[in-house]
């Protein structure tokens, strides 16, 4: 089952979970030092949202960070898996955490779930809930 951790349990794995996040960084996103003391920061301050699956033994094997985004031109709010990160997951483990995902925006009034994979299974799986998948443009900008 997916659980979303408290601070305190974030604190605890942040080895963990970190590495996995800087394994599985958004497109959107750069890796830095600062960067992974912002993310901690949102996470801890609850403006970001850590999950993770453990296994019969507890070991997490499975972590997906999400945030709220809000559009401002279409007044609407969605939840954004910032980061998702699993090795040797079964359909059925992606399946209760995309289900949970679900009830968890549903909840917070979230009209769609949006995130970046570069992992073809998952894109498979997200199609039987529905979703749209479609490619992101990202030009990096070079300092001049």
């Not at 963990?16 to 801890?44: F, G, Q, W, Y």
């Not at 969605?78 to 090795?87: H, I, Q, R």
């Not at 769609?112 to 498979?124: D, R």
């Amino acid at each position: 089952m997916l659980i979303q951790l408290t601070s305190d349990q974030i604190a605890k794995h942040w080895d963990i979970i970190k590495v996995a996040i800087e394994d599985c960084m958004p497109p959107l996103s750069h890796i830095t030092v600062d960067t992974m003391n912002r993310v901690l920061e949102l996470l801890l301050t609850g403006n970001m949202h850590c999950w993770v699956y453990q296994n019969d033994e507890r070991k997490i094997i499975a972590v997906v960070v999400t945030t709220f985004y809000y559009d401002y031109p279409s007044a609407t709010q969605d939840l954004l898996l910032y980061a998702v990160w699993g090795a040797n997951l079964s359909e059925g483990v992606w399946t209760d955490g995309f289900t949970t995902l679900m009830r968890f925006a549903e909840a917070n009034n979230c009209k769609t779930i949006y995130g970046f994979t570069s992992a073809p299974e998952l894109v498979e799986l997200a199609k039987h809930f529905g979703a749209q998948t479609q490619t992101y443009i990202g030009i990096p900008v070079r300092e001049v």
